[in-house]
């Protein structure tokens, strides 16, 4: 099949899928070989989503969007525990500093209480030292930063048992209603 055959999604169609902002999309595609640009605009075939997807999910791949810097104004952040023998992720977000996120989940892991993860069981059962901690993504607001973290769990299957402990893609309870 050829580009012209594909499907092509604009940035706005994939900011909905992904729960990133338009801007973000245009950005991530901008220099992809085979995005058609047209004006200001973009058109994405399909085949250059799931490319980039793959390439983004590879484990050992260099982060299109590592960071040295924070977005400004910083509001929280999305973050990556790994376990490194097995590779499976869990995903969150803070709006602290992630060390201080990483701490609450060692504590929690430890004290046994009647609230255990899949993620707090295998700190308790592998030790703190199997698990490497990464920062993913900055986010400006608190809608943001919801979004990059949901975008991070499909993005890295972190819901699938076997690649992951996150439990469900976002954490209801701490979604406000307005």
């Not at 701490?103 to 703190?128: L, T, W």
Request: proline share 6%.
């Amino acid at each position: 099949m050829s580009l012209a055959d594909e499907q092509h999604y604009s940035p706005k169609e994939l900011a909905a899928l992904w729960g990133l902002s338009a801007e973000m999309i245009r950005r991530m595609f901008a220099d992809e070989p085979g995005v058609l640009k047209i004006g200001p605009r973009l058109r994405v075939p399909g085949s250059v989503v799931d490319a980039t997807l793959e390439r983004l999910t590879t484990p050992g791949t260099p982060d299109p969007f590592e960071t040295t810097e924070p977005v400004k104004p910083y509001f929280g952040c999305v973050y990556c525990v790994t376990h490194r023998r097995s590779g499976r992720v869990y995903v969150g977000r803070t709006e602290n500093d992630p060390l201080i996120r990483w701490s609450a989940h060692v504590r929690r892991a430890k004290c046994d209480s009647v609230y255990s993860s899949r993620f707090h069981e295998a700190i308790r059962k592998f030790g703190v030292a199997a698990f490497d901690l990464k920062v993913l993504d900055y986010a400006s607001d608190h809608a943001d930063l919801k979004a990059r973290e949901m975008f991070w769990i499909r993005s890295l299957d972190a819901t699938n048992p076997r690649k992951g402990y996150n439990v469900v893609a976002y954490r209801c309870h701490e979604v406000s209603v307005a």
